[in-house]
């Protein structure tokens, strides 16, 4: 054999390695990881919801989260792709889709919002991070939009294992929607209800006086969605999300202060018109949809600049709505809205490069200061 | 965007570059260096470092002597190789070379006579009272190449020092790349070598000042460093923030001096000159002793190796002799990587030779590769934020996968380093380094096609312009020729028009 | 009647004069599409597009007739980059590409005809009558305008050498 | 209410609230075959932009001046078409001139401005309302800066699409209008803003 180590001598080496770049070492992170610790920080919020509506809502979520596991299978197969289920990502959508529901919504809204949130949210657009809009967001919108009845009702608070909550048998026949729905346990949330008394016109104060002691609760003993009542749980949630990263302050930040901002200057205004800034943080899909809808990867800038522009339009956006348009929630609006933005501000808020200006030109040397002398 | 930019800046600046990745240097970083004895065969392929490859002045047969040149510098951009240990060339040709390609490279083959003689050599007397440029081409002579990985010819830049004036010379002992710990252990044991290196590069250069950034997790280091600065005012050894990639020379810059060097320019452009540790002590070796670059520190790490450490290794060692005098390894390493593990190449087999830039053999084993199939990007924008040049990676990544290589340009794919921070954090394992090597190589290969076109077009030019003068002339020929006859036939005419009117028919 | 009649006419006349002008003052010399193009063509002039030269294939794509993938030498590369200036959208798996090629002599065939030398664009080829020929690399277009030429196939095309200079890593295989 | 105020609703009535390409239903030639890339699409938008605001006042005008006094109602839609034809031809020519480039990629598009009916549209539905000149013009501009609004949004939208990997049933104009029916399915969201 010559002495010389050549590729023919290769047949005696072991198999070669697979050809790959550097770098051969990996920081751990994963994308189911990244979904299962969101799911761990919607957790509080969503047990609250189960304990404060009581079997129904657990019905629904667990419905929704079914339809929507079943619809990313049943697409994956007909494109002939391998499951993805295992990255949680459907389960996720499932979950808040099923969070921003009304708790007693019957089956067959869970159903369709699913099959909705994944074919035409998602799948169509080619599965996980290729989606425009974010997926639950275009469920909760479409159904609204097709039946504002069933998507505004609210039910009155009826915890678990308290007397007039309904039991597990009786709560299927809700989520079936029998038509035993008593009216009693109706009511409206204080966006909604504040919305209808002005159109009225009475003013926000008497409006308030004036409606059910569950209007509004910084506890989260109100009436609104499944999993936006319990505010401070989903407060906590989302500083869980800040604290080990998964999220930045960026996007939360602008939301919040978006919606805050006019709505201080709106209410010192006109207190007969607006709702105060703490009523707005701290009713409807505010919060939740601050940390946990709008900071969705796939469908919001990457730039810091780029993500301090959306949330702060999903804020304004959301006041606009409620304060002034048709429907009185307007989170999932203006997070869609703003998602059809985010190319474009993508596109305009580009990072600048070392060594450029943020025009891309390559920046002027500086002079060498070599006055001093050696 | 002047208004929004003022607003956002300093929320955007604040912003920390780079990773943080284990670093996994212990216990290679406390091992004292050992040294290697020379192997039977040593392999010295002609192009070990950026530019013109070597040209080989040995004879198969010839008999050399550790430290003799085997083979000259050819061009400007250039570097010699000599033999690392005494012994007889055996062949001059095509070997394996220490590249992911599994393609071929020339090298000469050298069989050690086990004697390690060195060949007559003469250090530079009182270095410091010469020229500037003696000491380059002393730099030039040895063979000195940069020993952080990148393999410039040290005396190039060195040279760089007289066109653009040098004020700062930086020595890069920052060592970020995990694993590693040549540096760190060159610095702990020669520290008085790095510093003599420092001291006579700062001479060649012009240069002000020193300073030498050492990243804070190697403490011996820099209180070695300090120690054997003593005396030097004008050396500075400065403490830098462990994170991954501060060894990157603009990195290490802005930290060091707080100038940002301008895209496409070079770092001597704004006075800044940055050598490794390591090439400040070859270059000491080879003024004051005339030592040519023949040996080098390396780390050996990894969970599949068995006896961690550093190692002083000849230039030309087979990967599977360090490896088995290293104690060989444990089960099937999943990678043989040359470098660091975010840098680092991977090797095509343990049969081929380390090289002038080889600063570490990393034996992986496949629970520190962790490879995982990739999957779709989720848009997280934790690339973004690793990058060190502030450059949006998934972006790119979309648009090489679509084939859309300009639009990549367009979002400064040429400024991409390749230090693999994406890579690091992606959560969906995509591999980014290699989509970005992928579009570089792809470009280089159009801009040489381009220039080749051009070529081929001045060519066809010539051409067209030698036909079309060919047959000017040879119509030009013809016509003179034309002419000639109608002369010719005009005056045998004439002469026999005078013949008939002069003589009479006989 | 004739107040619709003469105000569509008057209306037509001034909006007619109106164009007019400003096809005067905003008036384009030529298409300079056709020049960028043009410096887009190999430049061999080698003609198996089947238009004369480089300069008449490029004008040709530029203005609609030949596809931009009409161009054998240029291959996938020149085709993607055409397509790219004019925004068209090409279908690339039609082009066949061998990758970059070089047209080597086999000496022990070749008679010294000189028919090759005649034959190549780029006067790539050295040598004389009755002398074997050799081919210059770098002046190489692969065109294989010589390989028809010779009575005794002794030319042939063969791919370009990968060196670990022209190495290109792979695209990685993405989900 | 200030005229400011009012001049500030009405574009933003006719941008936003009735867009005309995702309420009305305007114009979506241009909007399925302009928007592979955010440059192009804004230069369409612009050029819409120019020649919607131009022919919102001329047609105006001949409206008001010509057509009404002499009673030719019947000529509407051809004195308009002239108009708005003529409009375009200057475009084409500026453009033509100042950026090929743009020329190029607007390609077919740009002389079919003519027939979007968008254009059109919004000068007959200003007859039809009898604005004044100045709420015309207004009119016109909002509606048209509504319609550079979509045009680039949704071109923004499929350059990213472009890079996704969809499924082959849905990939091209189909995925396009699946895009563009969520888009207006967000624009629902505007819905009772300006009553």
């Known amino acids: 054999m010559s002495p010389v180590p050549t590729s023919a001598d290769d047949g005696a080496l072991p198999a070669l390695p697979t050809l790959a770049a550097s770098p051969h070492a990996h920081g751990g992170m994963s994308v189911a990881q990244v979904m299962q610790r969101v799911m761990l920080a919607l957790a509080p919020a969503t047990l609250f919801g189960f304990w404060l509506f009581g079997w129904p809502a657990i019905n629904l979520f667990a419905v929704t989260i079914g339809a929507c596991l079943l619809a990313e299978r049943f697409c994956e197969r007909l494109m002939g792709r391998t499951s993805s289920l295992g990255d949680g990502s459907a389960l996720l959508t499932g979950w808040l889709l099923a969070l921003s529901l009304p708790p007693w919504a019957p089956a067959w809204i869970g159903l369709l919002g699913g099959f909705i949130a994944i074919v035409v949210g998602k799948q169509v657009f080619g599965g996980l991070g290729q989606n425009l809009f974010n997926p639950a967001m275009v469920a909760r919108v479409a159904l609204l939009v097709s039946f504002p009845v069933v998507m505004t009702q609210w039910v009155v608070p009826q915890p678990l294992f308290s007397a007039d909550a309904p039991g597990f048998i009786d709560s299927l026949r809700i989520t079936a929607e029998a038509p035993a729905h008593p009216d009693a346990v109706t009511s409206a949330s204080l966006l909604g209800h504040s919305k209808t008394e002005l159109a009225r016109g009475i003013t926000i104060p008497e409006a308030l006086a004036s409606g059910p002691q569950t209007l509004f609760d910084w506890t989260g003993l109100r009436t609104g969605s499944l999993g936006e009542t319990g505010t401070l749980l989903v407060l906590a949630g989302g500083l869980y999300l800040l604290a080990s990263g998964i999220i930045r302050w960026h996007i939360p930040a602008a939301v919040l202060a978006g919606i805050a901002l006019p709505a201080l200057v709106g209410h010192a205004a006109d207190p007969a018109r607006y709702l105060s800034a703490t009523q707005h943080l701290l009713s409807g899909a505010a919060l939740l949809g601050a940390f946990f809808i709008a900071t969705d990867y796939v469908t919001s800038p990457n730039t810091p600049a780029g993500q301090l522009i959306f949330g702060f339009g999903i804020g304004i956006l959301t006041w606009i709505i409620r304060s002034w348009g048709g429907y009185p929630e307007g989170m999932a609006f203006a997070v869609l809205l703003m998602n059809a933005l985010t190319p474009v501000i993508d596109r305009y808020c580009r990072p600048r490069i070392l060594g450029r200006r943020r025009d891309g030109r390559a920046l002027e040397p500086t002079p060498i200061d070599n006055t001093g002398g050696a | ?506 | 009647m004739l107040v619709a009649v003469s105000s569509l006419t008057v209306l037509g006349a001034v909006l007619g004069v109106l164009l007019g002008f400003a096809s005067r003052r905003f008036h384009v010399e030529g298409n300079p599409v056709v020049a960028e193009v043009e410096a887009l063509m190999p430049g061999s002039n080698c003609g198996q597009c089947g238009f004369p030269g480089c300069a008449g294939a490029a004008a040709a794509i530029a203005g609609g007739e030949a596809p931009a993938t009409c161009c054998p030498p240029g291959g996938k590369a020149l085709a993607q980059s055409i397509a790219a200036r004019l925004g068209l959208d090409i279908d690339l798996s039609a082009v066949a590409d061998a990758g970059p090629q070089l047209a080597v002599v086999t000496e022990d065939i070749c008679i010294g005809c000189c028919r090759c030398i005649k034959a190549c664009p780029t006067d790539a080829i050295l040598g004389g009558a009755k002398q074997i020929h050799a081919v210059l690399h770098e002046a190489c277009t692969g065109c294989g305008n010589c390989v028809e030429r010779c009575p005794t196939e002794a030319i042939g095309l063969k791919p370009v050498p990968l060196t670990l200079q022209h190495w290109v890593w792979p695209n990685p295989a993405r989900a | 209410m200030t005229a400011t105020t009012e001049i500030l609703l009405l574009l933003l009535s006719t941008a936003l609230v009735n867009n005309v390409v995702l309420v009305k239903f305007l114009g979506l030639c241009p909007v399925m075959g302009v928007s592979k890339s955010m440059d192009a699409a804004l230069g369409m938008g612009l050029a819409t932009t120019f020649v919607i605001t131009l022919a919102s006042a001329l047609c105006w005008m001949l409206d008001r001046w010509l057509l009404a006094p002499f009673e030719l109602g019947f000529l509407r839609i051809l004195c308009f078409i002239l108009v708005i034809a003529a409009a375009v031809q200057f475009v084409e020519m500026v453009i033509k001139k100042t950026s090929p480039a743009l020329y190029q990629s607007l390609g077919i598009y740009l002389p079919l401005i003519t027939t979007n009916c968008a254009v059109l549209g919004l000068a007959l539905l200003n007859v039809q309302q009898s604005f004044g000149f100045m709420k015309s013009v207004l009119y016109g501009f909002g509606s048209a800066l509504g319609f550079t609004l979509v045009l680039l949004v949704f071109a923004g939208l499929r350059e990213r699409l472009a890079l996704a990997r969809v499924p082959a049933a849905f990939d091209g104009a189909p995925s396009a209008f699946v895009t563009i029916s969520l888009l207006s399915l967000t624009f629902m969201g505007f819905s009772g803003l300006i009553s």
């Open chain 2, 1 to 506: 965007m002047g208004f929004l930019d003022k607003i956002f800046r300093p929320l955007t600046r604040s912003e920390p570059w780079g990773v943080h990745p284990d670093e996994r240097k212990r216990p290679a970083s406390e091992t004292p260096i050992r040294r290697l004895p020379p192997p039977p065969l040593l392999y010295l392929p002609l192009s070990q470092h950026v530019g013109a490859a070597a040209e080989p002045i040995v004879r198969i047969g010839q008999k050399v002597l550790k430290g003799e040149c085997v083979a000259t510098a050819k061009g400007n951009i250039s570097a010699p190789v000599h033999a690392p240990t005494s012994g007889e060339i055996v062949a001059i040709g095509p070997i394996t070379a220490p590249h992911p390609s599994r393609l071929e490279m020339m090298a000469i083959t050298l069989r050690s006579d086990m004697e390690d003689r060195w060949a007559p050599l003469e250090g530079l007397a009182d270095p410091l009272a010469r020229a500037p440029e003696e000491l380059a081409r002393r730099v030039a002579e040895a063979g000195i190449v940069g020993l952080g990985g990148a393999t410039f010819p040290a005396s190039v830049k060195l040279g760089l020092g007289h066109r653009s004036r040098i004020r700062t010379l930086i020595l890069n002992g920052s060592e970020c790349e995990p694993y590693l710990s040549c540096d760190d252990r060159l610095m702990r044991e020669r520290a008085g070598g790095v510093i003599r290196g420092a001291v006579l590069m700062r001479h060649a250069t012009g240069a002000r000042e020193v300073r030498i950034g050492i990243e804070d997790n190697k403490p011996e280091a820099i209180a070695a460093m300090r120690a054997a600065v003593d005396g030097h005012a004008d050396v500075q050894v400065c403490v830098v923030p462990a994170r991954y990639p501060m060894g990157s020379d603009r990195q290490l810059i802005i930290e060091l001096t707080g100038i940002e060097v301008p895209a496409e320019s070079r770092a001597a452009d704004v006075g800044v000159l940055v050598h490794n540790v390591g090439t400040a002590f070859a270059i000491h070796q080879a003024i004051d002793l005339g030592r040519p670059l023949v040996s080098r520190l390396m780390t050996l790490n990894g969970e599949a190796l068995a006896q961690p450490g550093n190692y002083e290794v000849l230039v030309g060692t087979l990967v599977e002799d360090l490896l088995a005098f290293a104690g060989g390894v444990r089960g099937e390493p999943a990678r043989l990587v040359m470098g660091g593990p975010m840098m680092g190449l991977l090797l095509p087999s343990a049969k081929v030779p380390v090289v002038k830039g080889c600063s570490g053999i990393l034996a992986l084993s496949a629970t520190e590769v962790a490879r995982d199939e990739p999957g779709p990007c989720i848009r997280c924008g934790s690339c973004t934020r690793a990058c060190p040049v502030g450059l949006l990676p998934l972006e790119m990544n979309a648009r090489i996968a679509n084939a859309a290589l300009d639009a990549a340009v367009a979002l400064g794919l040429h400024d991409c380093i390749g230090c693999g921070c994406c890579a690091w954090v992606c959560p969906s394992r995509i591999p980014l380094v290699q989509a970005f090597n992928h579009a570089k190589g792809e470009l280089a290969a159009h801009e040489r096609d381009k220039k080749r076109t051009d070529a081929t077009r001045r060519m066809a030019e010539a051409r067209s312009e030698r036909l079309e003068r060919e047959a000017r002339e040879k119509a030009e020929a013809a016509a003179r020729r034309a002419a000639e006859r109608k002369a010719q036939k005009a005056r045998e005419a004439a002469e026999s028009a005078a013949s008939n009117s002069e003589g009479a028919p006989a």
